[in-house]
T-cell receptor, first 117, second 111 residues
Framework: DAGVTQSPTHLIKTRGQQVTLRCSPK?????VSWYQQALGQGPQFIFQ???????QRGNFPDRFSGHQFPNYSSELNVNALLLGDSALYLC????????????????FGEGSWLTVV | DAKTTQPNSMESNEEEPVHLPCNHS???????IHWYRQLPSQGPEYVIH???SNVNNRMASLAIAEDRKSSTLILHRATLRDAAVYYC????????????FGQGTRLTINP
């Protein structure tokens, strides 16, 4: 059973460019969230997708956008990259069918390392 | 979002028990206590969670104070592979799917 998979694992972009990161959720999961983790910090919630719609959003500018596809996979897009966007971007998945809070374990991928130069 | 407080770092020896504390004095009645850990160069990994009663699984035990304002993650026999950052997170059992991470505790295991 494949877990959460993310691509690419590492990439380097130039300021002002745009980047797309991809995520395939764990088998059986329908909800995908994205997190940004700066060096030495805990992950910060960006947004969550369920039924192809953004359901929750953290404190991130509109330069950060996403998409969820009918097969539950997801993309994170970041426009007009800034040096401060350099971070590990984590995708997490969970199942809405298992209820909330208690039995609804959230699984993370290994992340995409983005360096903006 | 309810906050948790953890020590920045802890150190222990291999094959000894480790007790990782977490304070959450503003916890609400519907908040579950979740623990995740993050090994170097990996994404966070679920460890254990609980509401009121102490919990055990193959990875660890979770001891929850009677007033629920604090909890302790217990690793019974630490190994070198347990060296990681451990995060204590409160998660609303009413439906919150997001996790609010703090700084966590960086656990070092000495051989």
């Amino acid at each position: 059973d494949a877990g959460v998979t993310q691509s690419p694992t590492h990439l380097i972009k130039t300021r002002g460019q745009q980047v797309t990161l991809r995520c395939s959720p764990k088998s059986g999961h329908d909800t995908v969230s994205w997190y940004q983790q700066a060096l030495g910090q805990g992950p910060q919630f960006i947004f969550q997708y369920y039924e192809e719609e953004e359901r929750q959003r953290g404190n991130f500018p509109d330069r950060f956008s996403g998409h969820q596809f009918p097969n539950y996979s997801s993309e994170l897009n970041v426009n007009a990259l800034l040096l401060g966007d350099s971070a590990l971007y984590l995708c997490a998945s969970s199942s809405s069918y298992r209820g909330r809070g208690s039995g609804n374990t959230i699984y993370f991928g290994e992340g995409s390392w983005l360096t903006v130069v | 979002d309810a906050k948790t407080t953890q020590p920045n770092s802890m150190e222990s020896n291999e094959e000894e028990p480790v007790h990782l504390p977490c304070n959450h004095s503003t916890i609400s009645g519907t908040d579950y206590i979740h623990w995740y850990r993050q090994l170097p160069s990996q994404g966070p990994e679920y460890v254990i969670h609980g509401l009121t009663s102490n919990v055990n699984n193959r990875m660890a035990s979770l001891a929850i104070a009677e007033d629920r304002k604090s909890s302790t993650l217990i690793l019974h026999r630490a190994t070198l592979r347990d060296a990681a950052v451990y995060y204590c997170i409160l998660r609303d059992g009413q439906g919150a799917q997001k996790l609010v991470f703090g700084q966590g505790t960086r656990l070092t295991i000495n051989p």
